[in-house]
C-alpha cells in the first residue's frame, strides 16, 4: 500500500509532542519523534551534485528515486497508511517534497508566542540542573561553555533566539525561508494556546487542511507513545514529556525571563511573530535582523544590550 505523507515543522516547544500524541489515536496515522530523513535526503542529493563522477555521467532519474526512497524505507516498518515525518527544517525544503517524495506538501507548522517559548526551555534547563554521571550538560549552556560565555538567564535567551545555531532562531529562520519563497500556502499554523484551549477545533482544521476526514479525538490519559532519549540528546530528560491531562503549565513569562530579554520581545515580537498576519508574513525581515543596540567588543558576541 503507497503511504501518503505529510510534515511537521515549526517551533520548539509548540506542541508539537503534543499534536503527534493527539494524531495518533487517529488509527490511520503514524506521527514520530523528529527524524533523520530530510538530513539523509539532502546529505544523498549534496552527494551526487558535488561527486564530478555524476557530473561527469549525470543519471537525474535515477538520483531522484534514490532521494525520494529514503522516505519510504524510513517508514517501511510502519503500517498506518498516513505518516507525518517531523523536522524543523522541511519549511526551507518544500521543492524536496514535491521534487524527491512526490507528493503535494502539506506542512503543519505549529507555532507560539516567542517569550513563551523562551520561559519553557528556561524552566526546564532550571528543572535539570547537571549531575555527575549524566550523559551532558543541556544542549544550551552546552555551546556558552563551547563558546567561553559565561552562563546566566540573558545569556542563554540571546544564544537562542539571536545566534545562528539557537535552535528558537533557526527554527524562525526555517520558517521564514519558506515563507520568502512564496511557499507559506502550503503551511498550515496552528497556535499551541489555541491547541491548548480548543484541541477538537485544531485538529479539525487540521484535518481539512490535509483534505482528511474528521477523527474525534479525547484529551484526557495523554502519553507520548514515542518517547525520545531526551537526556542524552539535550541534556533535559523531559524535553518531550507530554502530561496525561492537556493543560498549559508554563509559568508567566514575567516570572522566568530577564527584564533585558523581556524589552528585546516586546521590541521585536511583530517581527518575531510573522506569521500573526499575512501581510507581516510577506514585509517583515529574517528574524536576524531584530532591534538591537550593538555590544561592547569586551562582551561576549550574544549580548544583545550596552
Not at 522541511?90 to 524527491?100: D, H, N
Not at 519558506?178 to 491547541?195: A, I, P, R
Not at 532519549?229 to 524535553?239: A, C, F, K, P, R
Request: proline share 6%.
Amino acid at each position: 500500500m503507497d503511504k501518503t505523507f505529510y510534515f511537521m515543522a515549526g517551533l520548539p516547544r509548540a506542541g508539537s509532542t503534543l499534536l503527534s500524541t493527539l494524531l495518533n489515536q487517529n488509527p490511520r496515522f503514524h506521527s514520530g519523534p523528529s527524524s533523520p530523513v530530510l538530513g539523509a535526503m539532502f546529505a544523498l542529493h549534496d552527494n551526487f551534485q558535488t561527486n564530478e563522477l555524476y557530473t561527469g555521467y549525470p543519471k537525474p532519474n535515477q538520483v531522484n528515486e534514490m532521494v525520494g526512497s529514503v522516505i519510504k524505507h524510513w517508514y517501511s516498518d510502519v503500517e498506518e497508511e498516513v505518516i507525518f515525518d517531523k523536522n524543523r527544517a522541511w519549511t526551507a525544503r518544500v521543492p524536496f517534497i514535491e521534487g524527491y517524495v512526490g507528493q503535494e506538501a502539506k506542512i503543519i507548522v505549529p507555532v507560539r508566542r516567542v517569550d513563551e517559548i523562551l520561559t519553557s526551555i528556561l524552566t526546564m534547563v532550571h528543572r535539570n540542573t547537571f549531575e555527575e554521571g549524566q550523559p551532558r550538560i543541556n544542549f544550551v549552556d552546552e555551546q556558552l561553555v563551547k563558546n567561553n560565555i559565561p552562563i546566566s538567564d540573558e545569556n542563554r535567551c540571546q544564544y537562542l533566539l539571536t545566534s545562528q545555531g539557537g535552535i528558537v532562531w533557526e527554527s524562525l529562520n526555517a520558517v521564514k525561508m519558506g515563507v520568502n519563497e512564496g511557499q507559506s500556502d502550503k503551511f498550515h499554523y496552528v497556535d499551541y494556546n489555541d491547541l491548548v484551549t480548543d484541541p477538537q477545533g485544531e485538529l479539525n482544521n487540521i484535518y481539512e487542511f490535509l483534505g482528511e476526514a474528521p477523527f474525534e479525538h479525547t484529551f484526557d490519559g495523554l502519553s507520548n507513545e514515542h518517547r525520545e532519549d531526551d537526556l542524552t540528546t539535550y541534556g533535559l530528560g523531559d524535553m518531550h514529556e507530554v502530561h496525561s491531562k492537556l493543560e498549559k503549565t508554563s509559568p508567566d513569562p514575567s516570572e522566568v525571563l530577564p527584564e533585558s530579554i523581556i524589552k528585546l520581545y516586546n521590541e521585536n515580537k511583530k517581527t518575531l511573530e510573522f506569521w500573526n498576519t499575512e501581510k507581516a508574513v510577506k514585509a517583515h525581515p529574517s528574524p536576524s535582523t531584530f532591534k538591537t543596540q550593538q555590544p561592547n567588543t569586551n562582551q561576549n558576541p550574544y549580548n544583545l544590550f550596552s
